[in-house]
């Protein structure tokens, strides 16, 4: 009796089991359509904001329903975390926090042929406020041929107490890691420090004279950090015949960022155009797969003649 019961048992089970499935299936399906519709509202809604309302109504779907849809989209695409495209207030646009800038300085001496490669010999960092950070001197990866001490103020002595590159650049990125970075001609610390920071986290002193608009400081030549401290701070530095001192090159350079730091934030700011793909995901909608560029004509009112059912390149 046992034996014959455990296929009927079976049977009643398969059904039911199928059942499941089909329902598995038809929710899958109802889910990938949903999503679908939710990525043509989304972008019928921007299309609308771009002034492209030519896009007709999703068959199966009625114009009230839509609107209304459309209309629930539009927040979330306008809230999704983009920056703002309005111009910011002198207020808002008061630039990074003191703890998020530092100022940088390399010294470099000369190693290779002739001492013409030039490697870098000391760093050092300083906070906004022009604190110390760091200041050690760095032992380079070949043998030094030229201290170049009366511009560098490196001497032999500063090497007995050198740290290897490559601690000392460790150290010294993990240090800069998200930070906005201030010094003058930044290009040759990088080069130094083999390097490059993230551009729009870049302070570059040079540009502080076509900020300024001062007629004395041509602003396509490159003024030295002598002169702009000398010009716009009244202060001398880079004298004497002990060379540069990175600390006191590091802190002139903050000094001149916080003269023009108004100016100069206010202008990347304005400088910042939102980008789509600058979007956060939004689960709800979504939005990551839309905004591919899978899904975007060249041009856009290509794309809303398309959605008409006109060719692209036809015309009546």
Not at 135 to 157: F, H
Request: net charge positive; proline share 8%.
């Amino acid at each position: 009796m046992v034996a014959r019961e455990a296929p009927e048992s079976a049977q009643c089970l398969c059904p039911s089991l199928a059942s499941l499935n089909a329902k598995d299936v038809l929710r899958r399906k109802h889910k990938r359509k949903s999503r679908q519709h939710q990525r043509f509202l989304a972008r019928k809604a921007l299309l609308q904001e771009h002034g492209l309302r030519s896009t007709p109504p999703e068959p199966g779907s009625s114009p009230g329903t839509e609107a209304a849809s459309s209309v629930r989209q539009r927040p979330r695409a306008e809230s999704g975390g983009a920056p703002c495209s309005r111009k910011p207030t002198p207020g808002e646009s008061a630039g990074p926090l003191p703890s998020k800038c530092v100022a940088i300085d390399c010294e470099m001496v000369g190693t290779g042929p002739r001492g013409r490669v030039s490697e870098l010999a000391r760093c050092s960092v300083v906070s906004y406020y022009g604190e110390v950070l760091y200041d050690k001197y760095i032992q380079p990866e070949m043998p030094i041929v030229d201290y170049r001490t009366r511009w560098s103020g490196i001497t032999r002595q500063h090497m007995r107490k050198a740290i290897p590159f490559q601690v000392a650049q460790k150290e010294i990125l993990k240090l800069l890691k998200g930070k906005v970075l201030v010094g003058h001609a930044l290009h040759n610390d990088f080069q130094a420090l083999k390097y490059i920071h993230p551009r729009g986290q870049t302070r570059d002193t040079t540009y502080v004279p076509s900020l300024l608009s001062q007629p004395s400081l041509h602003a396509r030549t490159r003024v030295s950090l002598k002169d702009l401290a000398l010009q716009l701070l009244h202060k001398k530095i880079q004298v004497g015949q002990h060379g540069h001192s990175s600390v006191e090159d590091a802190v002139t350079a903050m000094e001149l960022y916080r003269l023009v730091e108004v100016q100069w934030e206010q202008q990347e700011a304005s400088s910042l155009q939102p980008h789509p793909e600058d979007r956060e995901p939004d689960s709800s909608t979504d939005m990551e797969q839309y905004m591919e560029d899978q899904y975007w004509p060249e041009d856009p009112a290509q794309g809303a003649s398309r959605g008409t059912g006109e060719a692209p390149g036809r015309t009546e």
